[in-house]
């Protein structure tokens, strides 16, 4: 049995976390999450002024925010369960209430019930994507997400009102918003598998080929960042159901 008798390691995490709750709050971490919180809520009032383009950057400020709480934390070696639940909180609102409240705004209320509950739905499918994740965060392969990962489906909404915020709505546009909110809210409670790149190892040697493309990269975020944004964002976004064909048809290859 061991000296932990026989508990999961999932069991033993959530007691090491419970362990350090009276230890207080880590202040960098919690700054930063505070951050990514105050982007969601800038987000929904620059959305509730229909300033979707200065909405959008808000929510990309806040997944940098959301992404470097979690580094600075495992870094400093000061993760707390109050620090995983404050970041899960804030997560739904930045990366929840506020991307769906935009889409509301910008497209879904003109067309009806049914188009705007699909803005609930991808609020309700982000607060169960999280709650997974947190269950079975330290368990499950690193490697790679189960479900689109909610900053990702904040990001699609983001880069879409970068390209088309400033726009008036055709109702065939408006229309296509609407079917998009259902399969990214549906997406994140799937079982796809996203890579996560928490491997990514920028140390090692890469081709020659590899330098050529991120300096193209770069020459399209400097001419059309809206574009380059929406593009990688959807592709990550269609790379969770187009795995297993591409992982099927490398195997017959093989």
Known sequence: MGVDGGRSPRRRRWQELRE?????????????TTGNLFCGFYAIIRAA??????????IFVAMVMDMLDGKVARLTKTTTQFGVEFDSLADVVSFGVAPAFML???ALARLGRVAWLGAFLFVACGALRLARFNVYSGVSDRRYFVGLPIPA????????????????LERWQAAAIAVGTYLVGILMVTTFRYYSF?????ARRRPTGMLL???LAILIVATHPQWLLFLLLSAYVLSGPTRPLWARRRKERS
């Open 49 to 58: 002024e229909s300033r979707y383009t200065e909405a959008a950057v808000a």
């Open 153 to 168: 489906a904040a990001g699609i909404v983001a880069a879409v009102m970068l390209l088309l915020g400033n726009d008036e």
């Open 20 to 32: 350090q709750r009276r230890r207080g709050i880590y202040l960098l971490p919690s700054l930063l």
């Open 198 to 202: 928490k491997e990514l190892d920028f």
């Open 104 to 106: 509301y705004m910008f």
């Open 213 to 215: 493309f991120v300096v």
